[in-house]
């Protein structure tokens, strides 16, 4: 997606609520095609960004400019041109769920043969096309969600943006919905997506920007990210007995000790090269019993970003 053309730019954008600042200087691209993750904690200032991305809010400062036509020149984007999935739902509970679809299809300016063609395929994908004539409230969570998710797509959107797109789901429905994002996006949908399910997120999105405290604090592709902000790779190492810390934290090529029994150690390496220097030095003080190596996590790694950020802020203060 590198050199694909740019779909948004974000541009020093900010966003104050009376003595509480939101979104504090955040800039940002996203490239055409690509799957792009809007991740941090609560009040991180991920919504406030994606409702001014939405136009629900003006940034108080800052430029938000799309590029969605051929021509590659700044436009305010139509309602047909963005899709939306909202973390907090707002579907007609009491209506039958092809009304529901059929209508919100209409307003966003498509011929009812095609919303009603468009809903019947996405109904019968998603395995709810027997129940289209049924209430909305007579849905469980996780198939309203499917709905709201049908909305926000049967128009064929060029940006999509979907916030908390896991919700209410089981495993086996959030690989349904990974596999459907990806679809989407080999269809040529931009996707934004926001959710705190980290295991998820890291095996569609192409690229991430953490956020905290309205600030980004890390930003890039996740192999850039694990080298250039945390490590590159995790060794999960049990002995025979409690080991030395101190002595195995000398070691320079470990970024981070972590001792997670009485036996058993985690080590987070700067370079995947310096897994066999660092097993040779510990065989000379213990034991080894089992070794396993992991990739850094996006979890580990949005965990790690955010508590240093709280450090940097706690020393600040």
Same mark, same amino acid.
């Given at each position: 997606?590198? $050199?694909n /053309?740019?779909?948004l730019?974000v541009?020093?954008?900010? !966003?104050?609520?009376?003595? +509480?600042?939101?979104?504090?200087?955040?800039?940002?691209?996203?490239?055409?095609?690509?799957?792009?993750? =809007?991740?941090?904690?609560?009040?991180?200032?991920?919504?406030?960004? +994606?409702?001014?991305?939405?136009?629900?809010?003006? %940034?108080?400062?800052?430029?938000?400019?799309?590029?969605?036509?051929?021509?590659? =020149?700044?436009q !305010?984007?139509?309602?047909?041109?963005?899709?939306?999935?909202?973390?907090?739902?707002?579907?007609?509970?009491?209506? /039958?769920?092809?009304?529901?679809?059929?209508?919100?299809?209409?307003?966003?300016?498509?011929?009812? @043969?095609?919303?009603?063609?468009?809903?019947?395929?996405?109904?019968?994908? =998603?395995? =709810?096309?027997?129940?289209? $004539?049924?209430?909305?409230?007579?849905?469980? @969570?996780g198939?309203?969600?499917?709905?709201?998710?049908?909305?926000?797509?049967? *128009?064929?959107?060029?940006?999509?943006?979907?916030?908390?797109?896991?919700?209410?789901?089981? %495993?086996?429905?959030?690989?349904?919905?990974?596999?459907?994002?990806?679809?989407?996006?080999?269809?040529?949908?931009?996707?934004?997506?926001?959710?705190?399910?980290? *295991?998820?997120?890291?095996?569609?999105?192409?690229? +991430?920007?953490?956020?905290? $405290?309205?600030?980004?604090?890390?930003?890039?592709?996740?192999?850039?990210?694990?080298?250039?902000?945390?490590?590159?790779?995790?060794?999960?190492?049990?002995?025979?007995?409690?080991?030395?810390?101190?002595?195995?934290?000398?070691?320079?090529?470990?970024?981070?000790?972590?001792?997670?029994?009485?036996?058993?150690?985690?080590?987070?390496?700067?370079?995947?090269?310096?897994?066999?220097?660092?097993?040779n030095?510990?065989?000379?003080?213990?034991?080894?019993?089992?070794?396993?190596?992991?990739?850094?996590?996006? *979890?580990?790694?949005?965990?790690?970003? +955010?508590?240093?950020?709280?450090e940097?802020? *706690?020393?600040?203060?």
């Open positions: 997606m590198i $050199n /053309p740019i779909a730019n541009k020093s954008i900010k !966003k104050q609520f009376a003595i +509480v600042t939101a979104v504090k200087d955040l800039s940002f691209q996203i490239r055409r095609g690509e799957i792009f993750a =809007l991740l941090g904690p609560n009040g991180a200032g991920k919504t406030t960004t +994606v409702r001014m991305l939405l136009d629900f809010f003006k %940034p108080d400062k800052g430029v938000i400019e799309y590029f969605l036509s051929d021509n590659q =020149l700044p !305010k984007p139509s309602p047909s041109e963005i899709g939306y999935l909202p973390e907090e739902r707002g579907l007609y509970l009491e209506m /039958p769920i092809i009304k529901t679809l059929t209508y919100l299809g209409v307003i966003r300016g498509i011929e009812k @043969k095609d919303v009603l063609n468009g809903v019947e395929h996405w109904l019968k994908k =998603l395995d =709810l096309y027997e129940r289209r $004539n049924e209430k909305l409230i007579n849905l469980s @969570k198939n309203q969600q499917k709905i709201q998710f049908i909305a926000a797509i049967l *128009h064929k959107p060029l940006f999509l943006i979907l916030d908390e797109p896991f919700s209410g789901f089981d %495993p086996i429905n959030q690989e349904i919905f990974l596999s459907l994002i990806k679809e989407l996006q080999m269809n040529g949908t931009t996707i934004l997506l926001s959710a705190h399910q980290m *295991h998820l997120v890291e095996r569609v999105a192409d690229r +991430v920007l953490l956020m905290n $405290n309205g600030k980004m604090i890390a930003y890039g592709d996740l192999d850039s990210i694990r080298s250039e902000h945390y490590a590159e790779e995790k060794l999960i190492v049990t002995l025979n007995e409690k080991p030395d810390l101190e002595i195995l934290k000398q070691n320079p090529s470990i970024k981070k000790i972590e001792l997670l029994n009485e036996a058993q150690i985690e080590f987070y390496l700067k370079r995947k090269d310096a897994i066999s220097e660092l097993l030095k510990i065989s000379l003080i213990h034991t080894i019993l089992s070794i396993k190596t992991e990739q850094i996590s996006l *979890h580990d790694i949005f965990i790690e970003k +955010v508590k240093n950020d709280k940097r802020n *706690h020393s600040n203060a």
